[in-house]
C-alpha cells in the first residue's frame, strides 16, 4: 500500500535509471515547458531525497517552478487545486515558499488573508496532509537571521519544517585521530558528517569521526544534533519539526557538493508521512492529517544546539500505531530515519 504525494516543484520527468524504480502515476506542467524535464534542477533532488527515506510513495509531478526558479501564484494555485480536487492526493510535498501580498497587504502573518494558505486549508480539510518549507534566511555577515516563516508554512495546520545537521561535541583540543596516509601518519580532529550506509539510494545516516567511532561502531556519545544556521526565526509561526537539510550530492561534473536548505529537509518529513499514512492505509484507518502532525511534534527532540523539535520518524509512528492499537515499522529501516547516530 502506497501513499500518493504530490511534488509540486520544478520537475516533470525524472531520469529513466529512476523511473525504472519508483511508482509514478502522473505529471502535469504549469508553466509551459513540458518538453524540459526539470526547469531548475531542484525538484529532482527533492525526489531522490524522498525516495532514500521511503519506498511506500507513488510519485505525482505538478511543476509550478520556472527557470529562473520563481514561482507565480496562478501557478501554484492551479497546482495545488490540481492535486487536491482532482486526483487522489495524500500528501503535498512543497518544498519551497511563498512571499507575496493580497491587495497591498504583506502575506507575512497567519491572520491576514491569503489564497495560497486558503488552498492548502482547503485541502487539508479534504484529509490532505501537506509538508511546507518554513525557508532560508540570508546566512551572509551582512545580513540578519531575522526573516519569518514563509507562505503556506505559517499555516498552523501545515508540517512547517525547518533543517537541522549534527555536529561533533569533541574539540580538536580534546582528542585527535590518528590517521594513516601512506607512509605517513597524521592526526586529524573529530569530524561530524554523513554517510553512506552502502547503497548510494539508501538513507544517509550521521557519523561523527575519531574518539573511537567508526561507521560500525555507536557514535552517539559524541554526536548532537543543531540546528542549522540558515533557518528562518520561529515566528510568527513556530517551526514544528526539524529534519536534515544538508546532503552530500554530486555537481554535472562529477565533483562532490553539498547541497542544503530546509527544501531537502521537507522530503525527509515527507517520507516520515507516508510511512505512516501507507500503514494507516493499510490498516483501513483513517488518515488525519493532524493526528499525523501531532505525532510528528509530540515524539520530536529538542536540538542540543539552538531552538527547535529534530524530527524522530520511528517514534511518530509507534505513536500513531499505539493509539490505534496496531503494529507499524519503517519499511527502510527500523530507527528513527539514520537518526540513531551509528
Known amino acids: 500500500m502506497n501513499a500518493s504525494v504530490a511534488i509540486i516543484d520544478s520537475v516533470y520527468n525524472l531520469p529513466e535509471e529512476f523511473e525504472e524504480h519508483i511508482d509514478s502515476d502522473r505529471t502535469e506542467d504549469f508553466v509551459g515547458r513540458p518538453g524540459l524535464d526539470d526547469t531548475t534542477g531542484h525538484g529532482t533532488t527533492v525526489s531522490n531525497i524522498l525516495y532514500a527515506f521511503s519506498r511506500n510513495v507513488e510519485f505525482n509531478f505538478y511543476r509550478a517552478v520556472r527557470e529562473t526558479g520563481t514561482v507565480l501564484q496562478r501557478d501554484l494555485l492551479k497546482a495545488i487545486g490540481r492535486a487536491h480536487q482532482t486526483h487522489d492526493t495524500d500528501i503535498i510535498n512543497l518544498s519551497l515558499g511563498y512571499d507575496h501580498s493580497h491587495d497591498g497587504v504583506s502575506c507575512d502573518m497567519p491572520n491576514e ?99 573511537g567511532c567508526s561507521p560500525t561502531e555507536n557514535c552517539g556519545g559524541n554526536l548532537a544534533i543543531t540546528e542549522w544556521g540558515g533557518n528562518v526565526d520561529h515566528e510568527p509561526s513556530e517551526i514544528d519539526v526539524l529534519a536534515p537539510g544538508t546532503f552530500p550530492l554530486r555537481n554535472l561534473d562529477g565533483e562532490p557538493d553539498i547541497t542544503e536548505g530546509t527544501s531537502f529537509a521537507v522530503p525527509v518529513v515527507t517520507a516520515v508521512v507516508a510511512e505512516i499514512t501507507a500503514f494507516l492505509k493499510a490498516h483501513d484507518e483513517a488518515v488525519l492529517p493532524t493526528q499525523i502532525q501531532a505525532a510528528l511534534a509530540n515524539t520530536a527532540e529538542e536540538v542540543q544546539h539552538g531552538d527547535g523539535l529534530y ?29 540513531d547516530h551509528t
Open 311 to 339: 524530527l524522530q520518524g520511528a517514534s511518530a509512528l509507534k505513536r500513531i500505531s499505539s493509539r490505534k492499537d496496531l503494529r507499524g515499522n519503517f519499511t527502510r529501516r527500523p530507527d528513527d530515519l539514520g537518526f
Open 113 to 211: 488573508p491569503c489564497k495560497v494558505r486558503e488552498a492548502a486549508k482547503r485541502a487539508i480539510d479534504d484529509g490532505i496532509t501537506v509538508v511546507a518549507a518554513a525557508g532560508n534566511a540570508d546566512e551572509s555577515d551582512e545580513a540578519e537571521n531575522d526573516e519569518g516563516v514563509c507562505c503556506p508554512a505559517l499555516l498552523n495546520e501545515v508540517i512547517s519544517v525547518g533543517g537541522m545537521f549534527p555536529v561533533c561535541t569533541a574539540t580538536a583540543e580534546e582528542e585527535h585521530t590518528s590517521t594513516t596516509v601512506g607512509p605517513n601518519t597524521r592526526m586529524l580532529p573529530p569530524f561530524a558528517g554523513w554517510i553512506h550506509t552502502g547503497d548510494p539510494s539508501e538513507v544517509i545516516s550521521p557519523l561523527c569521526t575519531g574518539l
